[in-house]
């Protein structure tokens, strides 16, 4: 969202694991979200932080109730396009983003819910400084959790900001040949992964030396940038249980590294 209150909506699709069939009537208008401005941190108590750079969160929230079925639901929302200051993406102004979560179905798990991230990243790293973060979650099952890097997912094309659009496309810079409607559902992963500019990839998605890693048991992530510029991260959550894997929960960030003085 933008300073000035323009609040976006977001448009969710439901859609069964098993047969990729839209649930009827689940093409949901979840409403605009609250929005609060995130205070810019960084990696280290003895720099000055930045002010240059204004992040907000807003947070959607919905309850839907869904009857249980065999192989369960797709949850997802589609949209375009990222930032054009992102270094580490081609074209990164021309990517669009997928976000999706998986409620498994009665014979995976009769009852779960997602594990939670603890922190919300740093919204700063200092350029040549080596930082840790711990990027672990908490599931409330008790569920297994082991963490990778990961590539994020691409969404839709520049033609509709979002799956569900009303109105006529119009063309611009980032859609040459606008469709008729916008697409109003999504469709069921596989996603395609983003783009990346070499050498950039999922597991090396910042330029740094060590480079970032992050435990598989424990979430800690950590590294020494090594580059200025704006990436794109991401983090990957698989949740085991009885030694199966049930879901995997999604996380899509930015890392702004920046010089300091300390």
Do not use: W
């Not at 979840?30 to 003895?46: L, Y």
């Not at 919905?62 to 192989?71: E, M, S, V, W």
């Not at 119009?170 to 040459?176: K, S």
């Amino acid at each position: 969202t933008s300073p000035s209150g323009n609040l976006a909506p977001a448009n969710i699709s439901v859609l069964e694991v098993n047969s990729g069939a839209i649930v009827t009537g689940a093409v949901i208008d979840i409403g605009a979200p609250v929005v609060t401005q995130i205070p810019p941190t960084i990696n280290s108590p003895c720099i000055q932080t930045p002010n240059n750079i204004c992040v907000e969160e807003g947070v959607y929230t919905y309850t839907i109730t869904l009857p249980p079925i065999a192989g369960g639901y797709y949850v997802v929302y589609q949209r375009c396009c990222r930032n054009n200051t992102i270094v580490n993406l081609l074209n990164s102004g021309s990517q669009s983003s997928t976000y999706y979560t998986k409620i498994p179905g009665l014979e995976a798990a009769p009852n779960n819910s997602s594990p939670r991230f603890l922190n919300f990243p740093p919204i700063f790293l200092c350029n040549n400084l080596a930082f840790t973060f711990n990027h672990a979650a908490l599931d409330p099952d008790g569920d297994n959790l082991v963490y990778s890097l990961c590539p994020p997912f691409l969404g839709i094309d520049g033609c509709c900001n979002f799956v569900g659009q009303a109105g006529q496309p119009q063309a611009g810079p980032l859609c040459d040949n606008p469709p008729p409607i916008c697409p109003q559902i999504a469709p069921p992963p596989p996603y395609q992964l983003v783009n990346y500019v070499a050498p950039y990839d999922g597991s090396y998605p910042v330029a740094a030396n060590p480079s970032l890693t992050i435990d598989p048991n424990t979430g800690l992530l950590k590294g020494t940038p090594n580059m200025i510029g704006q990436y794109v991260v991401g983090v990957c959550v698989q949740e085991f249980r009885n030694n199966v894997l049930i879901s995997t929960h999604f996380r899509d960030f930015q890392f702004n590294i920046v010089p300091c003085v300390v």
